[in-house]
């Protein structure tokens, strides 16, 4: 951590680093980290003299994940337009297959969760969040400049992948549906086909690619 953190912050030198894994009980394809770590003795005013955590992300580059997101700290992490997590550090292993990630650890803020109800006041904040965004990235010529960026045309899919998903949520969840649900669920491939379709033109902004609550953190 010294030497990973030192660019960054010349002051800080550890004695000591503590691991605890975070957000298992969350829908994340990455192994996340709190690390606690305690400053070494100093006679440097500028150093801190507590205790002081980040957070560690590792994943696999062989998955969805793959070398972007450490390519979007890179390029647009300095000033993306939301708040989202300083990065200290960001690496690449291809020979390994692996991503590294040294975040600013936001501890005051509530992590989104899937499996809750979100409240109309978070729906409302999300949406006035996504619409500062996209005005800020909207038609912005500096994203062709990066074809490593998803687009809205990247996400289109053969009727296939639809249809083995469907099939396997009905398999799982069927049961607990309500009639009216059925028909939207056979009509879903077509429709979203459609988007697509409509989707084929609209100008380029950044995209997430993977933007679901579990994924948002909330201020207090």
């Not at 975070?22 to 003795?41: H, M, Q």
């Not at 409509?198 to 997430?208: K, M, N, R, Y």
């Amino acid at each position: 951590m010294n030497d990973v953190l030192g660019h960054a912050i010349p002051s800080i030198r550890f004695a000591s680093v503590q691991l605890a894994r975070i957000g298992e009980g969350f829908g994340l394809a990455s192994e996340v980290y709190r690390v606690t770590c305690t400053p070494a003795a100093t006679s440097d005013p500028s150093a801190p003299s507590t205790p002081c955590t980040f957070v560690i992300k590792l994943w696999s580059t062989e998955g969805v994940a793959g070398t972007r997101e450490v390519a979007f700290y890179r390029e647009f992490g300095g000033d993306p337009g939301l708040r989202i997590p300083r990065a200290f550090h960001g690496a690449l292993d291809l020979d390994r297959a692996r991503g590294v990630l040294v975040l600013e650890d936001i501890r005051d803020a509530t992590q989104g969760d899937c499996l809750d109800t979100l409240d109309v006041d978070r729906q409302a904040a999300i949406a006035r969040m996504m619409a500062r965004f996209h005005a800020r990235w909207w038609s912005d010529p500096r994203l062709r400049e990066h074809s490593w960026l998803p687009s809205m045309r990247a996400y289109d899919r053969a009727p296939d992948w639809y249809s083995l998903r469907r099939r396997q949520f009905l398999e799982r969840c069927g049961e607990d549906l309500r009639p009216e649900i059925r028909p939207w669920l056979e009509s879903a491939p077509a429709l979203i086909s459609r988007s697509h379709e409509l989707l084929a033109d609209v100008p380029d902004t950044l995209l997430h690619g993977d933007f679901h609550l579990d994924n948002v953190l909330f201020p207090p």
